[in-house]
Antibody, heavy 122, light 108 residues
Framework: QVQLVQSGAEVKKPGASVKVSCKAS????????IHWVRQAPGQGLQWVAW????????NYAQNFQGRVTMTRDTSITTAYMELSGLRSDDTAIYYC???????????????WGQGTQVSVSS | EIVLTQSPGTLSLSPGERATLSCRAS???????LAWYQQKPGQAPRLLIY???SRATGIPDRFSGSGSGTDFTLTISRLEPEDFALYYC?????????FGQGTKVEIK
């Protein structure tokens, strides 16, 4: 079965960086894009970025341009999201999510990781 | 960026009742690119509906989606106890992908 297993909770100080991992299993890793979506405490969902595991190509939300970097290691079917210059408003749960395969240019998000809590506090 | 506005913010209903959730887009969204998710406390969201009206794998047929253009609806025909949760609409028609702010379906 498809699984996305993320790394554990992180506590960081303002200005630091955090790198969250997402280990995929149960499907061909390079066949499906991976997205990152975050959820601040008591708030809704915010799309951050996607990566193509096959090509390594990425697309970042404007709000995160210059601060977020997505990478992958196909040998261990793992995607990574690194966020730098952390601020208190980056405190959130970060989800890695698989984009479905639907035959069109863009598809829904069908499998979600369990989420990684990132807390930013001095 | 396409802004999605969900209404109502909270829906208070009893088990067995019908729930109708609305999602309005600030500009037209091709129906192929509209999804709904359910989220329960402490859990990740779960895909319910994609392409505006197609149920995801394993989703009961009491959940249905409809709509086009700028107005979309998620309907739960008869609420089961496990359906009381938060619901989000999501457009993937254009970048950046965006989500509505959510509708909470609570027990009356």
């Amino acid at each position: 079965q498809v699984q996305l297993v993320q790394s554990g909770a992180e506590v960081k100080k303002p200005g630091a960086s955090v790198k969250v991992s997402c280990k995929a299993s149960g499907y061909t890793f390079t066949d499906f894009y991976i997205h990152w979506v975050r959820q601040a405490p008591g708030q809704g969902l915010q799309w951050v970025a996607w990566i193509s595991p096959k090509s390594g190509g990425t697309n970042y939300a404007q709000n995160f341009q210059g601060r977020v970097t997505m990478t992958r290691d196909t040998s261990i079917t793992t995607a990574y999201m690194e966020l730098s210059g952390l601020r208190s408003d980056d405190t959130a749960i970060y989800y890695c999510v698989r984009e479905a395969s639907c035959g069109t240019s863009s598809c829904s998000l069908d499998y979600w990781g369990q989420g990684t809590q990132v807390s930013v506090s001095s | 960026e396409i802004v999605l506005t969900q209404s109502p913010g909270t829906l208070s209903l009893s088990p067995g009742e019908r729930a109708t959730l609305s999602c309005r887009a600030s500009q037209s969204v091709t129906s192929t690119f509209l999804a709904w998710y359910q989220q329960k406390p402490g859990q990740a969201p779960r895909l319910l509906i994609y392409g505006a009206s197609s149920r995801a794998t394993g989703i009961p047929d009491r959940f249905s989606g409809s709509g086009s253009g700028t107005d979309f609806t998620l309907t739960i025909s008869r609420l089961e106890p496990e359906d009381f949760a938060l619901y989000y609409c999501h457009q993937y028609n254009s970048s950046p992908r965006t989500f509505g702010q959510g509708t909470k379906v609570e027990i009356k």
